[in-house]
Antibody
Framework: EVQLVESGGGLVQPGGSLRLSCAASGFTLRSHWMHWVRQVPGKGLLWVSRDNNDGSSTTYADSVQGRFTVSRDNAKNTLYLQMNNLRAEDTAVYYC??????????WGQGTLVTVSS | EIVLTQSPGTLSLSPGERATLSCRASQSVSSSYLAWYQQKPGRAPRLLIYGASNRATGIPDRFSGSGSGTDFTLTISRLEPEDFAVYYCQLYGSSPEWMFGQGTKVEIK
């Protein structure tokens, strides 16, 4: 069974940093593109970043470009999202998701990031 | 930049009724890149349909997707109590690479 478990969320002050982790099981991480998607509570979904199979290519939404970095450790079957210079508008539930055929075929349960002083 | 617009914002229906949800793109897109998700309160989204019309693994056949060009539809043939949720369409494009519609809430009438 495919399982994705996010961790690392919490309360951080504006300008601070946080690193999210996504532990994958039930499949081989190196075989899939992986994504981060976020959702402000009560609002819609926003794609944040993408990492290809071996981590050699990454892309980001304009709103996080230059502040967020996605990476992976295929040996540990874990995806990461390093978030720097956090802003209040980054407050959201962050989901990791497995890339399917131009879609997201499995999702984690999400981890809440709150940016506030 | 392509914009996805879902309608209606809220659909009020009774169990057993048919639900028709719309997703319109601001310019023509490949149907291969259009997907639909269901999200229940406090839960992660779940992939229902990919490639506009292909059901994901384990999705009941009362869910169907159709459309091409700029207009896509998700149809739930007979609503079950567990189908009341928010539904999002999603497109793989160019900028941004992946985008979502704003969602349609299907609520019990």
């Amino acid at each position: 069974e495919v399982q994705l478990v996010e961790s690392g969320g919490g309360l951080v002050q504006p300008g601070g940093s946080l690193r999210l982790s996504c532990a994958a099981s039930g499949f081989t991480l190196r075989s899939h593109w992986m994504h981060w998607v976020r959702q402000v509570p009560g609002k819609g979904l926003l794609w944040v970043s993408r990492d290809n199979n071996d981590g050699s290519s990454t892309t980001y939404a304009d709103s996080v470009q230059g502040r967020f970095t996605v990476s992976r450790d295929n040996a540990k079957n874990t995806l990461y999202l390093q978030m720097n210079n956090l802003r209040a508008e980054d407050t959201a539930v962050y989901y990791c998701a497995r890339g399917g055929a131009a879609s997201f075929d499995s999702w984690g349960q999400g981890t809440l990031v709150t940016v506030s002083s | 930049e392509i914009v996805l617009t879902q309608s209606p914002g809220t659909l009020s229906l009774s169990p057993g009724e048919r639900a028709t949800l719309s997703c319109r793109a601001s310019q023509s897109v490949s149907s291969s890149y259009l997907a639909w998700y269901q999200q229940k309160p406090g839960r992660a989204p779940r992939l229902l349909i990919y490639g506009a019309s292909n059901r994901a693994t384990g999705i009941p056949d009362r869910f169907s997707g159709s459309g091409s060009g700029t207009d896509f539809t998700l149809t739930i043939s007979r609503l079950e109590p567990e189908d009341f949720a928010v539904y999002y369409c999603q497109l793989y494009g160019s900028s941004p690479e992946w985008m979502f519609g704003q969602g349609t809430k299907v609520e019990i009438k």
